[in-house]
């Protein structure tokens, strides 16, 4: 009888997070949408959102961000199941040259081929983590860049991602996350704050975990993702952009 609940109650739990996982999803692309929509009809354009040649270099960049992401190296200041991986780097630059719906687009189906590449080892909240903290970068960067391309919005863009990513990351973490990780594999937070005390004595509970491990993690990414976007999209963009402008008239 009790193994009968466990596996109804483990059902239960995947399917509510799947569903969870769904309306993150589509709330993110929808605010994507909206941000895009509101540009371009300021600019007076009427260049589709999506071509076919625009999704097409979408999936080269979400190919690249899966390898990426699949790369992650540990830091010093937090326990193994944080990492510094450079998966937002394709996602940004895809950003920056087709628009916030694009940027969205490659960090879901990043997702999807880096489960395919290597098998989550985190019941997928490790891969919700990634797809909602790295939109939480993506949109206020483009958010800046969208409404006038500049290098100075470009810079003060990526500034504002790093920041949003940042607090929404850490807070996410606290609220979501971390609860979520423990219920998904049976464990009690107090496990997982263990992990971070064994790391730095100074972390003790959930607030200081996410203090002193999530919140410099998301600085540390976001910063050096920043500095490499900047000091390269300009190098590369028109070679991105090539074709794009023609289709989507």
């Known amino acids: 009888m009790m193994e009968k609940k466990t596996l109804l109650q483990t059902i239960t739990d995947n ?13 993110l ?35 690249i961000a899966a390898v990426l992401m699949v790369f992650e190296f540990p830091v010093p200041f937090a326990p193994p199941f944080y990492g510094l991986d450079f998966s937002e780097l394709p996602a940004l630059i895809g950003t920056f040259a ?13 997702i999807v081929l880096k489960v ?10 490790g891969e919700l983590a ?24 470009a810079i003060a863009g990526v500034i504002a991602g790093t920041l949003c990513m940042t607090v929404f990351g850490t807070a996410f973490n606290a609220v979501y996350l971390l609860p979520k990780f423990a ?15 064994e790391i730095n004595p100074a972390i003790h509970s959930v607030t200081s975990l996410v203090a002193l491990a999530v919140a410099p ?23 991105i952009k090539e074709g794009t402008k023609k289709q989507g008239k």
């Open 183 to 197: 219920q998904m594999y049976g464990m009690p937070l107090e496990g997982i704050v263990a992990m971070g005390t």
């Open 29 to 63: 692309v929808l605010v994507a949408y909206l941000m895009e929509k509101a540009a371009k009809k300021k600019e007076g354009s009427t260049e589709r959102i999506l071509t076919t040649r625009k999704v097409a270099v979408c999936g080269m960049f979400a190919a």
């Open 15 to 27: 399917a509510a997070f799947v569903a969870e996982f769904i309306a993150i999803v589509a709330a």
């Open 217 to 239: 993690l998301n600085l540390l990414k976001g910063g050096l993702v920043s500095l490499i976007t900047i000091l390269i999209y300009k190098k590369i963009s028109p070679i």
């Open 98 to 110: 087709f628009g916030p719906v694009a940027g969205v687009l490659i960090e879901f189906c990043k």
């Open 116 to 125: 395919l590449f290597k098998p989550t080892s985190t019941a997928f909240v």
């Open 130 to 153: 990634n797809f909602a903290v790295g939109c939480s970068y993506l949109l206020p960067a483009s958010a800046f860049y969208l409404f006038h391309k500049t290098r100075k919005n």
